[in-house]
């Protein structure tokens, strides 16, 4: 009998590729270099590696293919999952050399954009993901270079005590994930997640009582998930890790390991559990409107702001959880129901917005502590009057983060809660509503006192003109991206029809 042996397309994967190249390339010069030259020439070869890795993956757009078997996908979800990561590395690069450099007792630089390339390229792994073992790979090589960068002030204790934290509680989660995923292969007698659809649609149809089996899977994999989401009630090593987390790393792992998890929940649970829809629906939205309001509420308490931060990112965790319920909600999956092709592409449009917006203001915590200012409100106090600029731009990033228009992320709930209403999940879009009212109690606190407080007469001089750069980058994005609202959100909508392939081809 003649095998069937597949040609892999190598082209297809050439951006994580060049990902892989530039961890190996920044290793090793991090490792012959003099000590002098690190700093800059590292610097930039890491900006050219995404940079490079970005072209060619915009010159995939449009096209719909995989290879090694079904194992990887470069169709447009991936596109534009791979795309949101990358710029955010990007990001997280501009706003971090001189902080690894300067500040923390001088970190290892080299080793630090490492482990970001290791942590970078384990979430394009995941974006890319057609298979339950690729896509643990991919999520377990990120989470592993995360856990790392979050100990990377290895002086402080509160940053050896986060990352104890959250490698203890990632372990358990990893084995949730993994121990589901098994069940999920016991059930359907396959890894692939098209197979698995196939399977599932089979096996669900005509059946008013699923195995005890599929639905333990399902559940298992929700947890393990929601951990790396930061989901309530799996977030509670979120606070304590970006909290003791250098402030670049903090907005780094509030955007990348967050986006390359809801790429696992698009493949897994939305791609290839979706016949099993009626079952993850209700909870989906349970743990959203759960998440969304703790995350507002104990942010409300905080007088530190990057603390402050990190309960934000739980709620805003919540508003994109709430996308992927008026997904499922929508009849007529693949059959082209816009309620079903918004609810996705509202979560990847949030996805990008969060990225401009949570790393900018990460970003200018940044950048006042290379000023001798601490994190506390108080260290906010009169920043309007001696650092105009600054002030500004944490301003626009925290009306953005609260949803005020023309920002970028005004347009991401906005996507959000119409793709809802379209669903008939009004109670959920209301409770964004009400949250995004609640949060501006403490991101308009922050603007208060940087404004109407008295602040100190003299800060330490500093000059930061990548931080700089980074920073006006991400302000010009919050409202350029926001007024392109319309085309990102189309795209996006084009791009995740690949989603529906599997549905269409099931029984």
Known sequence: MPVNLEVPDWGLILPQFIIFLTTIVVSLLDAFLPKSKQYSVLTVVSLLGYGLG??????????????????????????FLSLIILVAAILTVLTSASYVQHLEGRMPIGEFYTLLSFATLGALITSAAGDMVILYVGIELSSLATYILTAFAKRRTTALEGALKYFLLGLFASAILLYGMAWIYGSTGSTNLEEIATSLGGLVSGEDNLEASLLLGLLLVIVGLGFKIAAVPF???????????????????????????????????????EPLSDEWATLLAVLALITMVFGNIV???????????????????????????????????????????????????????????????????SWI????????????????????????????????????????????????????????LLWLALAIVVMSAVS??????????????????TDRPFSTPLLNAGIALMVVGVFVLGLFSGNIIDLAGDWSDALTIVATARP
């Open 235 to 273: 977030h509670f090593w979120t606070p304590d890790a970006y909290d003791g987390a250098p402030t670049p790393v903090t907005g780094y792992m509030s955007v990348i390991p967050k986006a390359a998890a809801f790429a696992a929940i698009i493949r897994l649970i939305i791609q290839g559990l």
């Open 299 to 365: 942010a409300v308490a905080q007088r530190n702001v990057k603390r402050m931060l990190a309960y934000s990112s739980i709620a805003h965790t919540g508003y994109m959880l709430a996308g992927f319920a008026a997904y499922r909600v929508a009849e007529g999956f693949g059959d082209g129901s816009e309620a079903a092709d918004l609810g996705v592409a509202s979560v990847l449009y949030y996805l990008l917005a969060y990225s401009f917006m949570n790393i900018g203001a990460f970003a200018i915590v």
């Open 369 to 424: 502590q290379h000023r001798g200012r601490g994190m506390e409100l108080e260290d906010f106090n009169g920043l309007g009057a001696s650092h105009p600029l600054p002030a500004a731009a944490m301003t626009v990033f925290l009306i953005s983060l609260m949803g005020i228009p023309p920002t970028i992320g005004f347009y991401a709930k906005y996507y959000v809660i119409v793709a809802l209403i379209d669903a008939n």
């Open 54 to 79: 970005l072209v060619t993956l915009l010159g995939q757009a449009g096209e719909n293919r995989s290879t090694f078997h079904g194992l990887f996908l470069a169709d447009g979800l991936t596109v």
């Open 440 to 457: 501006a109690f403490f991101y308009l606190r922050v603007v208060a006192v940087m404004y109407f407080e008295e602040g100190r007469e």
